[in-house]
């Protein structure tokens, strides 16, 4: 039987990729107590990466939203796949922190991770609402858009 959050995710039309595997030597996801680290997430839908280059360059600020979420559904696969398939166990989406891959002179870094923290908010609800940063970066992995990662309350 789906949960809560899934159905809110068919409800809007919504699908998570596999959560990526680790692209290093680090984890897609730490437990710890009633907390959960997801690391960092790219714009890397089912093995294939999307969105590259730099927003406010070669890409539009909308491309950038749109990088961040996926990045955001990618934070959803791998709370999915920390909690056993069971999306109901998170209490609060707690903090994201966002990268933006940017010019110097871009200034729009919270506009592009809008777009992944609107849509936590719209799949999640007040459960969703987070505190969060927005930095630009000279470069990111395999040269994405955008990189966020997320502290998640669970039950």
Not at 1 to 8: C, S
Not at 10 to 20: I, K, Y
Not at 49 to 56: A, S, T, Y
Not at 67 to 82: D, E, F, G, P
Request: aromatic content about 6%.
């Amino acid at each position: 039987m789906a949960g809560k959050i899934d159905a809110r995710l068919a409800e809007l039309g919504l699908e998570l990729p596999t959560a990526p595997a680790a692209a290093g030597a680090y984890v897609g996801y730490v437990r710890s107590g009633n907390q959960l680290f997801v690391a960092g997430q790219i714009p890397i839908w089912n093995g294939e990466i999307r969105h590259q280059g730099k927003v406010g360059g070669d890409l539009t600020l909308e491309e950038g939203q749109e990088a961040a979420r996926v990045c955001a559904l990618n934070i959803i696969a791998q709370a999915k796949a920390a909690l056993d398939g069971d999306l109901d166990r998170i209490v609060r989406i707690v903090k994201l922190g966002g990268f933006v891959n940017c010019p110097a002179d871009f200034t729009d870094h919270p506009k592009v991770i809008n777009g992944a923290s609107n849509l936590i908010g719209d799949i999640f609800g007040e459960k969703g609402a987070h505190a969060r940063f927005a930095m630009g970066a000279g470069s990111l992995p395999l040269n994405v858009a955008v990189e966020i990662d997320a502290v998640i309350e669970i039950a």
